[in-house]
């Protein structure tokens, strides 16, 4: 499975970007995706998960003002980002956990950069 991950770029505070991750690959569709961040100096955190299901849940600091979805359909998850603040800067991963293994692996998109400017 290869992970895609893109849309990042630079906006102001209080603008918006949507990211997007493509899968490809052998896909299986029991699979949870999640979208992690990584600011500058910091570890990575988790940002935003959904299920193959649809059930979604989000980090505090993004709950209300980020939105995570997927297209099963299109292998891809997204990750609407709005009002965002200079404290979202980050590099912006996506991960793919295959559940359908007793032992799910999981793989990892090369990240893409969002920017915010205060």
């Known amino acids: 499975v290869q992970l895609q991950a893109s849309g990042g770029g630079l906006v102001q505070a209080g603008g918006s970007l949507r990211l997007s991750c493509s899968a490809s690959?052998?896909?299986?569709?029991?699979?949870?995706m999640d979208w992690y961040r990584q600011a500058p100096g910091k570890q990575r955190e988790w940002v935003a998960g959904?299920?193959?299901?649809?059930?979604?849940s989000y980090s505090d600091s993004v709950k209300g003002r980020f939105t995570i979805s997927r297209d099963n359909a299109k292998n891809t998850m997204y990750l609407q980002l709005n009002s965002l603040k200079h404290e979202d800067t980050g590099v912006y991963y996506c991960k793919l956990t295959d559940r359908a293994w007793y032992y799910p692996p999981a793989y990892w998109g090369q990240g893409t950069q969002v920017t915010v400017s205060s």
């Open positions: 690959g052998i896909v299986g569709r029991q699979n949870d």
């Open positions: 959904i299920s193959s299901g649809g059930n979604t």
